[in-house]
């Protein structure tokens, strides 16, 4: 009989959702029957997506991970939640600078949004999964949460980080069948990617990289998806990434 992965009566929550990695993400999700709450930063564009969504297991809510009350306000809505099966921590930013140029500002705000929001977003979803026995969380890292490079300082000492927590959040949930960890992506070909790169850069960087192109967002979202199903019962804390061979060379 053919593998399937069916999360038919599970609810995840995917943050980021709207657009990327996330949306990858979130459309997998939905394919294997989760019901999903994506989340985005712009009120607008939630309101639209919401009327224009027809889809009955998907729906959209705010959620600005540089702003405290809005993260106060997701968490009191995730303690709201009747339960929740998933979260993926997607959401994140860059900015690349070296470190002697770098703004506290920045410094300050890519901690908020890729760190202390993963936390704060995880420390209430599990507060539910803990007493339910049930629970999945993937950190979405990157390769630089294992290699670095000039002008990552901030962005590697973020996702480095998520790797930590990732780690501490495993080993304190395990007993409770909340299994926690991170997928780390290459270079993946998302409308930003095209957007920040010229063709050539897009050239020179698929060279560097062994399979000798950039990934899909879809092969994110299909590493995420095996993590939360239940073929997977017995991996956590692991960092799962996901980058063509790149960080091998
Ligand atoms: P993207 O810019 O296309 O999407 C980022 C998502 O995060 C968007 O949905 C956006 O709404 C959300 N977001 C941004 N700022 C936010 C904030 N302040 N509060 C809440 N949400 C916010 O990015 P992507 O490439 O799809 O990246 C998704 C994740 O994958 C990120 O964590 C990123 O660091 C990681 N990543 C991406 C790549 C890549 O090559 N694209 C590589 C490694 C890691």
Same mark, same amino acid.
């Given at each position: 009989?053919?593998?399937?992965?069916?999360?038919?009566?599970?609810?995840?929550?995917?943050?980021?959702?709207?657009?990327?990695?996330?949306?990858?993400?979130?459309?997998?999700?939905?394919?294997?029957?989760? $019901?999903?709450?994506?989340?985005?930063?712009?009120? $607008?564009?939630?309101?639209?997506?919401?009327?224009?969504?027809?889809?009955?297991?998907?729906? !959209?809510?705010?959620?600005?991970?540089?702003?405290?009350?809005?993260?106060?306000?997701?968490?009191?809505?995730?303690?709201?939640?009747? $339960?929740?099966?998933?979260?993926?921590?997607?959401?994140?930013?860059?900015? /690349?600078?070296?470190?002697?140029?770098?703004?506290?500002?920045? !410094?300050?705000?890519?901690?908020?949004?890729?760190? @202390?929001?993963?936390?704060?977003?995880?420390?209430?979803?599990?507060? =539910?999964?803990?007493?339910?026995? !049930?629970?999945?969380?993937?950190?979405?890292?990157?390769?630089?949460?294992?290699?670095?490079?000039?002008?990552?300082?901030?962005?590697?000492?973020?996702?480095? &980080?998520?790797?930590?927590?990732?780690?501490?959040?495993?080993? @304190?949930?395990?007993?409770?069948?909340?299994?926690?960890?991170?997928?780390?992506? &290459?270079?993946?070909?998302? @409308?930003?990617?095209?957007?920040?790169?010229? =063709?050539?850069?897009?050239?020179?960087?698929?060279?560097? /990289?062994?399979?000798?192109?950039?990934?899909?967002?879809?092969?994110?979202?299909?590493?995420?998806?095996?993590?939360?199903?239940?073929?997977?019962?017995?991996?956590? &804390?692991?960092?799962?990434? /996901?980058?063509?061979?790149?960080?091998?060379?």
């Amino acid at each position: 009989m053919a593998v399937q992965i069916d999360l038919t009566g599970k609810t995840a929550i995917v943050t980021g959702g709207t657009r990327g990695i996330g949306k990858s993400i979130a459309d997998k999700l939905l394919e294997a029957g989760a $019901k999903v709450i994506c989340t985005g930063t712009k009120l $607008k564009e939630i309101t639209h997506l919401n009327e224009e969504s027809t889809n009955p297991n998907l729906s !959209y809510i705010q959620l600005d991970l540089s702003s405290t009350s809005s993260v106060d306000q997701f968490c009191a809505f995730i303690s709201g939640m009747d $339960k929740i099966d998933i979260l993926v921590n997607n959401a994140g930013i860059n900015i /690349i600078s070296e470190v002697l140029e770098t703004n506290i500002m920045d !410094y300050q705000k890519l901690q908020k949004i890729n760190l @202390e929001g993963p936390f704060r977003l995880s420390q209430a979803a599990a507060q =539910k999964m803990t007493k339910n026995n !049930y629970g999945r969380i993937v950190n979405i890292a990157s390769i630089w949460s294992v290699v670095t490079r000039p002008g990552r300082s901030v962005y590697a000492s973020t996702k480095m &980080g998520l790797l930590g927590l990732t780690k501490t959040m495993s080993v @304190e949930w395990a007993k409770h069948n909340v299994l926690v960890n991170a997928v780390s992506p &290459g270079f993946t070909l998302t @409308e930003l990617t095209y957007t920040t790169n010229t =063709k050539e850069d897009l050239e020179r960087i698929s060279n560097l /990289i062994p399979q000798n192109r950039m990934a899909q967002p879809e092969e994110m979202a299909n590493g995420v998806l095996f993590l939360v199903s239940d073929l997977n019962s017995y991996i956590s &804390g692991q960092n799962l990434v /996901i980058d063509g061979g790149y960080t091998d060379v």
